[in-house]
């Protein structure tokens, strides 16, 4: 990550590195090498690294030529033809039967004839041939996707002060934003990554509920979380990486609360897209919520956490159901006594304090939904009939028995799962 | 009571602008009712500022007529804004709020760490361009959180509520009321027996009513004390969200027969007599108490 965003693992002792267009960073690609390779030994994994247009040419003059080595644009060929023909990546068959046939070096199969080869070696081995030298494409699967939106800021002495950190972020995300800007586009997630010295990555992560590229405000949701950072010995690089990336008209510049008043025109939601990003990064993202309409009886069920700035769903809940403000987790045992098969209780007990039952209305019978359990979890034992009472007091209860009466010699349970304001 | 005699709401004006300093004063959120709207200086629940909503006993923790009182109190607000409610127990049941005609659309819920983050986040949600109205529940906030919703509240002139909640039981009696101070408005709450809905009497037990609470007024700064007896309105009785059904005599005769100490004070106030002597006999005691304050 610290050299190129795009890196892909190759089996068990492999690394790609897509490095078009990085390694003048670095001051050229032998001196990038270099770079990383020393980095890899202090690490405590020395390594080998070449460079080429293929993947292929790099994976075989990595392992089989003389270490560092470069191969010119389009020049892999003369490189790879002394190398032996492990440096192929040919599946085991075709591996173990060249060399029976006098075929050594990668130069004498280019010499074949192509029909020939594919005939005997199987199709693979000439497209392996192909993807070394560039005439076949060969995709290899990222840990990240390349992605254009990434920058990265490298410093001559170590830094390790907060005062710095913060100032490097307000740097690298204006220089990240300048660019999102200048293409018109917006991002949604950032992720900002301190490399130490000591190889470790420390990432601090952002996101916006709307695509954004202000700068300042990118900083700001950014900046507090900054003290996690340890930076160890000292930091030498930050990179900074955008996801989600879309299209955003230029008019959507300078969305900071401070700048702008209801009177000026502004919708709802993007004076509200700052403060949710805010809690969102402050919080986490399931912590701050809309509730929505969810179609289920199942009270437990009938709401759906939205992220708040999300459009708002076409349903409704039933307003002829009445539902408590207060809905408990988990329902509590309630003591019933005076019990009339298919009535709500005279009276009941509930932590501890008895309640005379004055008003009631119900039963609402909601049944569990079947579809989704076991015929057994959603049979008449889990009916629920729910009651609304309301005690002497005016408090309101919402409250269940959950079974029925008379289906055999369980007794029923009452529960109370919800209180009325 | 107020605007009652021109002079007077003149002064009053003038002494609302002192104290503000540059503010633009605070609009209102009328009760619709002179009873209610009385007991306020400038004719209606203050906006720009946070009031205090708690419960007695159990109330105290499960917080449900508070809830559901402060829901249906800023139930005009959430069409100017979002409403955020800030707790620390995600219990709050969107289809019950929506049940009291609440537009749970507008409402962003928040379930903070800890009382001081109930507490930040509630302040920053005030201060927000967009944000109508904030609800937090927080267990006993001290004079310096108190101060500062103030100040958040005065930057967009949003509403906030805190509701006075412990919302995992605990030992009873540890709530502090110094926070009131702050406050513009202290609020008790309880629910109230309802009346059911006529008809024939059936077999069982008969249907309940639209929710009643049993709503006191303990503190109003610059206004008195009263207490109520408020039903859900219905939609036929116009846009407010409350009825009154009954005034509770017991505050009302407190404060005019042996004033309150924040309610006396204005009798001593040192502006009484610089002002018209109009006023003051049934004026509220605005400069009074926010000396007190």
Same mark, same amino acid.
């Given at each position: 990550?610290?050299?190129?965003?795009?890196?892909?693992?190759?089996? @068990?002792?492999?690394?790609?590195?897509?490095?078009?267009?990085?390694?003048?960073?670095?001051?050229?690609?032998?001196?990038?090498?270099?770079?990383?390779?020393?980095?890899?030994?202090?690490?405590?994994?020395?390594?080998?690294? *070449?460079?080429?247009?293929?993947?292929?040419?790099?994976?075989?003059?990595?392992?089989? *030529?003389?270490?560092?080595?470069?191969?010119?644009?389009?020049?892999?060929?003369?490189?790879?033809?002394?190398?032996?023909?492990?440096?192929?990546?040919?599946?085991?068959?075709?591996?173990?039967?060249?060399?029976? @046939?006098?075929?050594?070096?990668?130069?004498?199969?280019?010499?074949?004839?192509?029909?020939?080869?594919?005939?005997?070696?199987?199709?693979?081995?000439?497209?392996?041939?192909?993807?070394?030298?560039?005439?076949?494409?060969?995709?290899?699967?990222?840990?990240?996707?390349?992605?254009?939106?990434?920058?990265?800021?490298?410093?001559?002495?170590?830094?390790?002060?907060?005062?710095?950190?913060?100032?490097?972020?307000?740097?690298?995300?204006?220089?990240?934003?300048?660019?999102?800007?200048?293409?018109?586009?917006?991002?949604?997630?950032?992720?900002?990554?301190?490399? $130490?010295?000591?190889?470790?990555?420390?990432?601090?992560?952002?996101?916006?509920?709307?695509?954004?590229?202000?700068?300042?405000?990118?900083?700001?949701?950014?900046?507090?979380?900054?003290?996690?950072?340890?930076?160890?010995?000292?930091?030498?690089?930050?990179?900074?990486?955008?996801?989600?990336?879309?299209?955003?008209?230029?008019?959507?510049?300078?969305?900071?609360?401070?700048?702008?008043?209801?009177?000026?025109?502004?919708?709802?939601?993007?004076?509200?897209?700052?403060?949710?990003?805010?809690?969102?990064?402050?919080?986490?993202?399931?912590?701050?919520?809309?509730?929505?309409?969810?179609?289920?009886?199942?009270?437990?069920?009938?709401?759906?956490? $939205?992220?708040?700035?999300?459009?708002?769903?076409?349903?409704?809940?039933?307003?002829?159901?009445?539902?408590?403000?207060?809905?408990?987790?988990?329902?509590?045992?309630?003591?019933?006594?005076?019990?009339?098969?298919?009535?709500?209780?005279?009276?009941?007990?509930?932590?501890?304090?008895?309640?005379?039952?004055?008003?009631?209305?119900?039963?609402?019978?909601?049944?569990?939904?079947?579809?989704?359990?076991?015929?057994?979890?959603?049979?008449?034992?889990?009916?629920?009939?729910?009651?609304?009472?309301?005690?002497?007091?005016?408090?309101?209860?919402?409250?269940?028995?959950?079974?029925?009466?008379?289906?055999?010699?369980?007794?029923?349970?009452?529960?109370?799962?919800?209180?009325?304001? | 009571?107020?605007?009652?005699?021109?002079?007077?709401?003149?002064?009053?004006?003038?002494?609302?602008?002192?104290?503000?300093?540059?503010?633009?004063?605070?609009?209102?959120?009328?009760?619709?009712?002179?009873?209610?709207?009385?007991?306020?200086?400038?004719?209606?629940?203050?906006?720009?500022?946070?009031?205090?909503?708690?419960?007695?006993?159990?109330?105290?923790?499960?917080?449900?007529?508070?809830?559901?009182?402060?829901?249906?109190?800023?139930?005009?607000?959430?069409?100017?804004?979002?409403?955020?409610?800030?707790?620390? $127990?995600?219990?709050?049941?969107?289809?019950?709020?929506?049940?009291?005609?609440?537009?749970?659309?507008?409402?962003?819920?928040?379930?903070?760490?800890?009382?001081?983050?109930?507490?930040?986040?509630?302040?920053?949600?005030?201060?927000?361009?967009?944000?109508?109205?904030?609800?937090?529940?927080?267990?006993?906030?001290?004079?310096?959180?108190?101060?500062?919703?103030?100040?958040?509240?005065?930057?967009?002139?949003?509403?906030?509520?805190?509701?006075?909640?412990?919302?995992?039981?605990?030992?009873?009696?540890?709530?502090?009321?110094?926070?009131?101070? #702050?406050?513009?408005?202290?609020?008790?709450?309880?629910?109230?027996?309802?009346?059911?809905?006529?008809?024939?009497?059936?077999?069982?037990?008969?249907?309940?009513?639209?929710?009643?609470?049993?709503?006191?007024?303990?503190?109003?700064?610059?206004?008195?004390?009263?207490?109520?007896?408020?039903?859900?309105?219905?939609?036929?009785?116009?846009?407010?969200?409350?009825?009154?059904?009954?005034?509770?005599?017991?505050?009302?005769?407190?404060?005019?027969?042996?004033?309150?100490?924040?309610?006396?004070?204005?009798?001593?106030?040192?502006?009484?007599? #610089?002002?018209?002597?109009?006023?003051?006999?049934?004026?509220?005691?605005?400069?009074?108490?926010?000396?007190?304050?």
């Amino acid at each position: 990550m610290r050299f190129s965003p795009a890196v892909a693992i190759d089996g @068990l002792d492999g690394l790609f590195l897509d490095v078009e267009g990085v390694s003048h960073l670095w001051g050229g690609e032998a001196a990038m090498l270099d770079d990383l390779l020393a980095r890899l030994e202090r690490w405590g994994a020395p390594a080998r690294g *070449a460079i080429a247009d293929t993947p292929g040419a790099a994976w075989a003059l990595a392992r089989y *030529a003389k270490d560092r080595t470069i191969a010119p644009t389009g020049g892999q060929a003369p490189l790879l033809a002394p190398l032996p023909v492990a440096a192929l990546r040919l599946d085991e068959a075709a591996q173990a039967q060249l060399p029976r @046939l006098g075929l050594f070096q990668v130069g004498q199969l280019l010499a074949l004839p192509r029909a020939q080869l594919a005939r005997r070696f199987g199709l693979s081995t000439v497209l392996r041939l192909d993807q070394a030298l560039g005439a076949a494409r060969e995709a290899l699967v990222f840990r990240r996707p390349a992605t254009p939106w990434f920058d990265r800021l490298a410093f001559f002495e170590p830094i390790s002060a907060l005062s710095d950190l913060e100032r490097v972020t307000g740097d690298i995300c204006a220089l990240l934003c300048a660019r999102l800007e200048a293409e018109g586009r917006g991002a949604r997630r950032f992720e900002l990554v301190f490399h $130490r010295l000591d190889g470790k990555d420390q990432p601090v992560r952002a996101g916006l509920s709307r695509p954004g590229r202000d700068a300042a405000r990118i900083a700001k949701l950014l900046k507090p979380k900054l003290d996690t950072v340890d930076p160890g010995f000292g930091i030498e690089v930050v990179t900074l990486w955008a996801a989600e990336v879309e299209p955003l008209s230029s008019a959507q510049r300078g969305l900071d609360a401070d700048d702008i008043d209801l009177k000026g025109g502004v919708g709802l939601g993007e004076g509200l897209a700052p403060l949710v990003d805010r809690l969102v990064n402050r919080l986490g993202q399931d912590r701050v919520w809309r509730a929505d309409p969810h179609q289920s009886h199942v009270p437990e069920r009938a709401v759906v956490r $939205r992220a708040p700035l999300d459009p708002p769903s076409e349903d409704a809940w039933d307003p002829d159901r009445p539902r408590p403000a207060r809905l408990l987790r988990r329902p509590e045992a309630i003591e019933v006594t005076a019990k009339l098969p298919d009535d709500p209780p005279v009276q009941f007990r509930w932590r501890g304090k008895s309640r005379r039952v004055r008003l009631a209305e119900g039963p609402e019978r909601i049944g569990q939904e079947w579809w989704r359990k076991a015929f057994d979890e959603a049979g008449p034992g889990k009916v629920r009939d729910y009651y609304r009472v309301e005690d002497e007091t005016g408090e309101r209860f919402w409250i269940f028995r959950a079974g029925l009466y008379g289906d055999g010699e369980t007794v029923p349970k009452w529960w109370l799962h919800g209180l009325f304001g | 009571m107020a605007g009652a005699k021109p002079a007077l709401s003149a002064l009053r004006a003038q002494i609302a602008a002192l104290e503000a300093g540059t503010r633009t004063p605070p609009s209102v959120l009328p009760f619709g009712d002179p009873r209610i709207d009385g007991c306020f200086p400038a004719g209606g629940l203050p906006r720009g500022g946070w009031h205090e909503v708690g419960g007695a006993g159990l109330e105290e923790e499960t917080s449900a007529a508070p809830a559901a009182f402060s829901a249906l109190m800023l139930r005009p607000l959430a069409a100017r804004g979002a409403v955020v409610w800030v707790m620390r $127990r995600a219990d709050l049941h969107a289809p019950g709020l929506a049940g009291l005609g609440f537009p749970t659309g507008r409402l962003i819920q928040v379930r903070a760490r800890d009382e001081a983050e109930v507490l930040s986040v509630l302040e920053d949600a005030l201060a927000t361009v967009g944000v109508a109205a904030a609800i937090g529940e927080a267990e006993s906030p001290d004079l310096k959180a108190g101060r500062r919703l103030q100040l958040a509240c005065e930057r967009r002139g949003a509403t906030g509520v805190l509701l006075r909640r412990r919302p995992y039981g605990g030992a009873a009696g540890k709530i502090r009321e110094v926070s009131g101070a #702050a406050a513009q408005t202290r609020w008790r709450i309880a629910a109230a027996p309802s009346q059911p809905p006529p008809g024939l009497p059936g077999l069982g037990l008969p249907d309940l009513g639209p929710p009643r609470w049993r709503v006191e007024l303990e503190r109003c700064r610059g206004g008195r004390p009263g207490a109520w007896i408020l039903e859900q309105a219905e939609a036929a009785d116009g846009p407010h969200p409350f009825r009154l059904v009954s005034k509770l005599a017991d505050h009302d005769v407190a404060a005019e027969a042996a004033p309150a100490p924040s309610v006396g004070f204005a009798d001593s106030s040192p502006r009484g007599g #610089a002002a018209p002597s109009v006023g003051f006999a049934d004026s509220s005691p605005r400069g009074g108490a926010a000396n007190a304050a």
